[in-house]
């Protein structure tokens, strides 16, 4: 991880929007978990960490934490079964990390309640940019069921989408895309990434039916342009706040 040269890039604005936040990092990597912490500590986090996936559920359900970085690969139990394990008493928000850059684990990771994945090697801005908007999200703890962009809200528990005060009418499967692509805001997600969810399958070159439903999303949410949903033109999509595009 290039930490040296990204590091001074990061403002001190930037400091001070993230600072008092507790980070738990759980990967097996010595090396790599002191730098991420070093480099966090500069931005103004309070960050622990462990090097095995049960020692790693411990900390996470009986520390008050943020945000986790878990690692896939570990000793004792790998980060699919902490995942699975913290999710059915936590809710606290998990970037996952990966050496594999196979599709299957990031689709695993998401369907399992992770949050956002990294592969790695990734550089430590990209990293404090998953981090912030990991955080952005669920910037009111006692609303994490809703994710909320602009005036465009989606309620998880309710499985309802509303603009300000009007209740959006739509369908369960524009609901299912919708809250994935929310979810990972600023992402391009693939159509596979999307079917596999969905469907629990692969998508087909011939299939149209996830192009339909967005195509239909896009009408109802977004009308004022505040945001939207873009075709990235053979890979599949990405939801986009005006003024946060590259």
Not at 127 to 135: D, F, K, N, T
Not at 154 to 171: F, K, N
Not at 214 to 222: A, D, G, N, Q, T
């Given at each position: ?7 001074a ?7 001070c929007?993230l600072?008092?936040r ?5 990967d097996?990597d010595t090396?790599?978990?002191?730098l ?21 559920v411990i ?17 004792v139990q790998d ?10 008493q936590s809710s ?13 684990d ?8 992770a949050?956002?994945?990294?592969t ?6 990209e ?9 952005r999200r669920?910037?009111q703890?006692?609303?994490r069921?809703?994710?909320r962009?602009?005036?465009l ?19 369960s499967?524009?609901?299912d ?8 805001a600023?992402?391009?997600v693939s159509?596979?990434?999307?079917a596999?969810?969905l ?6 070159p ?7 439903h ?9 009308a004022?342009?505040?945001v939207k ?7 599949g ?9 590259p």
């Open positions: 991880m290039k930490a040296t040269s990204d590091i890039l990061i403002s001190s604005q930037d400091r929007q600072k008092a507790r980070i738990l990092i759980i097996d090396a790599l978990c002191s991420i912490a070093d480099f966090l500590a500069c931005q103004g986090f309070a960050v622990d960490s462990a090097q095995d996936g049960r020692t790693g900390r996470v359900l009986t520390v008050d934490y943020d945000l986790i970085i878990l690692d896939v690969m570990l000793p980060g699919f079964e902490v995942l699975r394990e913290v999710r059915k606290v928000p998990i970037i996952m990390l990966t050496a594999r850059a196979e599709q299957q990031r689709i695993a990771g998401l369907e399992r309640g949050d956002d994945y990294l790695k090697p990734f550089g430590p801005r990293l404090l940019a998953r981090i912030r908007a990991v955080l669920i910037e703890p006692l609303d069921g809703i994710l962009v602009g005036d809200a989606l309620d998880a528990h309710a499985r309802t989408v509303s603009r300000g005060e009007r209740q959006l009418s739509i369908t499967h524009e609901f895309i919708l809250s994935i692509l929310m979810r990972l600023g992402r391009v159509r596979d990434e999307i596999a969810i469907y629990k399958r692969e998508s087909t011939f299939e149209r039916g996830i192009d339909v967005v195509s239909h999303l896009r009408k109802k949410i977004e004022d342009g505040k949903i873009r075709t990235v033109r053979g890979t999509y990405v939801f986009v706040v005006p003024g946060d595009e």
